[in-house]
């Protein structure tokens, strides 16, 4: 089983900064990554998939790197509605499909 | 627009069972590969079961095989999870998601509650 760990567990950032999240791959998963933003009472949304690739309809300010074990998402500046939990997702060693333990991005 | 609408959630006791659907619109699960994500109060998300489009590929997470069974029926354009033997830790917010890739989840459901106790 691929274990995803992100980072940090909650980071703290005003408004209009930039939020740099990590996740990390306990082994090499090539560019089989998305992430997601979950709100309070709300389902998950997927942001990018392909570690690098918006999905529909997202901002541009949310955008993702890396590839096989590293991998990054990064909002350069943040909106009130961006402070949410976010997780990654590996998709290339399945079953089964694996999750990190998620960040909260809230308001310092 | 697709939508997924999930119901069938409730309170059960601990060895009791409960059958969980999931509702389409705007999307036929013919062409989708879907699963079953569940999140327990306050932690992350555990994806649970998967099948594929044609039906004929079906995943269990260890922690429910045996006991849950995943399925649809594409005439009413639904998906099913039977849970069995439920147990405590089962208790969770349980999301039907899917793609019409077996990689990421784009559709998903607003989720359906599951309490396993006594």
Known sequence: ?108 | QVQLVESGGGLVKPGGSLRLSCAASGLSFSDYYMGWIRQAPGKGLEWVSYISASGRTIFYADSVKGRFTISTDNAKNSLYLQMNNLRAEDTAVYYCAGDQLPNWFDVWGQGTLVTVSS
């Open chain 1, 1 to 108: 089983e691929t274990v995803m760990t992100q980072s940090p567990v909650t980071l703290s950032v005003s408004p209009g900064e930039r939020a740099t999240l990590s996740c990390r791959a306990s082994q090499s998963i090539s560019s089989h990554l998305a992430w997601y933003q979950q709100k309070p009472g709300q389902a998950p949304r997927l942001l990018i998939y392909n570690a690098a690739t918006r999905a529909t309809g997202i901002p541009a300010r949310f955008s993702g790197s890396g590839s096989e074990t590293e991998f990054t998402l990064t909002i350069s500046s943040l909106q009130s509605e961006d402070f949410a939990v976010y997780y990654c997702q590996q998709y290339k060693n399945w079953p089964p499909w694996t999750f990190g333990q998620g960040t909260k991005v809230e308001i310092k």
